[in-house]
């Protein structure tokens, strides 16, 4: 999952070289295609250069000025690139949440693939999760997304956000359903121990706290939590 993604097509293929020609195949004709619909696009080749630098970018603040020089694109044409990417269902924007500490990080974004196996499509690299080197980015997009899908799956109204304080105590998921707060720290390693930050204990003491792992995931999205 976390290598070739969620698409249904995907898994009904039965080679790693079948599953990976049939993303290339879905990045360079179906998704290019859709694009040219868009009369605001001009360029669809430096969309897809966007997404190849926001590939490298999961879990990390975005910063449009950045990705403006890079492309040698406008800043307003960026957040117009990135507003159709998210109507086409490709990205999803996860905002900086906030109720009443100062320091926390609240005007940023952090963008998330929808399918994690197109965004390895985008950085042409599927090998296995034991060479990989962002094998811990990859399990918190994958993560991120079951529980967005999870939650609308359930029809339950949740906002999704990540917590950050200018003093670098973060959390990667923050839920909000029905002002009840719970928060989610993803580590690929199971042998990692991950403690709420103090900040969020002291600011949001009615709040949980999940540390996520490859040894436990499975409770957060097949049980009640």
Request: zero cysteines.
């Given at each position: ?169 973060e959390i990667d998921l923050v839920e909000d359903l029905d002002g009840r707060l719970i928060g989610f720290e993803c580590k690929w390693s199971h042998k990692s ?31 009640n939590i």
């Open positions: 999952m976390l290598r070739f993604g969620m698409y249904p097509r995907v898994h009904s293929l039965e080679s790693n070289q079948e599953k990976e020609e049939y993303l290339y195949n879905y990045l360079n004709s179906y998704m290019y295609r859709d694009l040219l619909v868009f009369e605001q696009i001009k360029k669809p080749k430096k969309v897809v250069d966007l997404l190849a630098l926001l590939a490298h970018q999961i879990g990390k603040e975005v910063a449009i000025s950045e990705l403006s020089n890079s492309l040698n694109l406008s800043q307003k044409t960026v957040e117009n690139y990135l507003d159709i990417l998210e109507k086409m269902f490709v990205l999803v924007n996860i905002r900086g949440f906030s109720r009443n500490l100062r320091k926390e990080v609240t005007k940023t974004s952090r963008y998330y693939f929808v399918d994690v196996g197109l965004r390895n499509a985008l950085i042409r690299s599927f090998v296995p999760l034991s060479i990989r080197n962002d094998v811990g980015e990859l399990f918190e997009n994958w993560f991120v997304m079951e529980r967005i899908k999870r939650a609308n799956n359930h029809r339950r109204f949740t906002g999704f956000y990540f917590w950050r304080t200018y003093d670098q105590h121990r991950s403690k709420a930050p103090r900040d969020w204990l002291q600011n949001y003491p009615d709040a949980g706290f999940e540390a996520v792992s490859s040894g436990n995931w499975r409770e957060y999205l097949e049980g």
